[in-house]
């Protein structure tokens, strides 16, 4: 399993949301190729990075950035989300190296953008399922539609989609600890990589979400703890290693 440092992007900074809302937000570093620095230094093999603005214009706000960071790390996977709404952005991303790109929004609203984009770019698309109480949210969390997560996500699986990043977006950015069962209820009902995000806070979340045991949770993606050093990146890598293989 992979600990995953999340780069989440605002106005060109590093920042984190609290529960998605862009007025509640700490920055955490002016520049975000020196967040990435960090966490490649502190042994990384992933890296997600979110376009806060564009998540919520609809459109890249903050492509400069994540390039800058692709061009710097050219061997380090990155997965990037935040107002992906066109194969032309993706194209642009992929272009800049960067190997995934996660649809949110578009993916709910059209799921027909998502089987386009695996037939145009397989292996590279990574649909990302936000929820709450089993409604996915869309709109930057700002909305909540009727669709049950468990079966947009099977719907997406038969697409071809490569792996899908579930937030439970009532702990996000809360460090109230990650929903493990509503992670693996959702990994029992399909059978590509599951990465689970949401309110990872101590190496306790992480021996939580091991023990669930579900072979396609491949990883979790942290973002507050780490940068608030509730949770010691490195250290927590090294527990997801010895306990998830």
């Not at 996977?77 to 709404?85: C, L, S, T």
């Not at 700002?142 to 079966?151: A, F, G, M, N």
Request: aromatic share 6%; glycine share 12%.
């Amino acid at each position: 399993m992979l600990l995953i440092p999340a780069i989440d992007l605002k106005d060109g900074k590093c920042v984190r949301l609290r529960q998605g809302r862009m007025e509640d937000d700490t920055v955490f570093a002016d520049d975000p190729l020196e967040a990435a620095a960090r966490w490649v230094a502190a042994g990384a093999r992933r890296l997600h990075v979110v376009d806060l603005n564009g998540a919520f214009e609809g459109r890249p706000v903050n492509a400069d950035a994540v390039r800058r960071i692709a061009e710097t790390f050219p061997e380090l996977p990155i997965q990037v989300g935040g107002g992906i709404r066109s194969e032309e952005t993706v194209d642009a991303y992929l272009g800049a190296g960067v190997r995934w790109c996660i649809i949110g929004t578009k993916a709910v609203r059209e799921p027909h953008f998502v089987s386009e984009l695996c037939l145009e770019f397989p292996g590279h698309v990574i649909v990302g399922l936000d929820a709450r109480d089993g409604r996915v949210a869309v709109d930057g969390w700002s909305k909540l539609s009727r669709h049950d997560v468990v079966d947009l996500a099977q719907h997406f699986e038969r697409d071809g989609v490569e792996a899908i990043v579930y937030t439970d977006i009532s702990r996000d950015g809360m460090l109230t600890g990650v929903n493990v069962e509503a992670t693996r209820r959702l990994a029992q009902a399909i059978s590509i990589p599951v990465i689970a995000s949401g309110g990872i806070t101590n190496l306790d979340d992480i021996r939580g979400l091991c023990a669930a045991a579900e072979p396609n949770i491949v990883g979790a993606i942290t973002g507050r703890a780490i940068y608030e050093g509730t949770l010691d990146f490195a250290e927590g890598q090294r527990l997801m290693d010895e306990l998830g293989g």
